[in-house]
């Protein structure tokens, strides 16, 4: 399977979705600290697809 590198603008809103995430499980922020582990996770596959399909 041949990888490409994802475009800078999916990298930021991959980087941005996770930042929340984590920042909802650090501070208690009432909309990211109920799913803030999920906001993870769609970052990670976010960078997983776009790291796979060509294009993103």
């Known amino acids: 399977m041949k990888t490409n590198a ?8 991959s980087i941005i979705i996770g930042l929340l995430g984590v920042l909802g499980k650090i501070f208690f922020i009432p909309v990211l600290t109920t799913c803030s582990w999920w906001l993870v996770l769609v970052a990670f596959i976010i960078l997983a697809v776009a790291s796979v399909v060509k294009g993103l």
Request: charged share 10%; proline share 12%.
């Open 6 to 13: 994802p475009k800078s603008c999916t990298w930021w809103v």
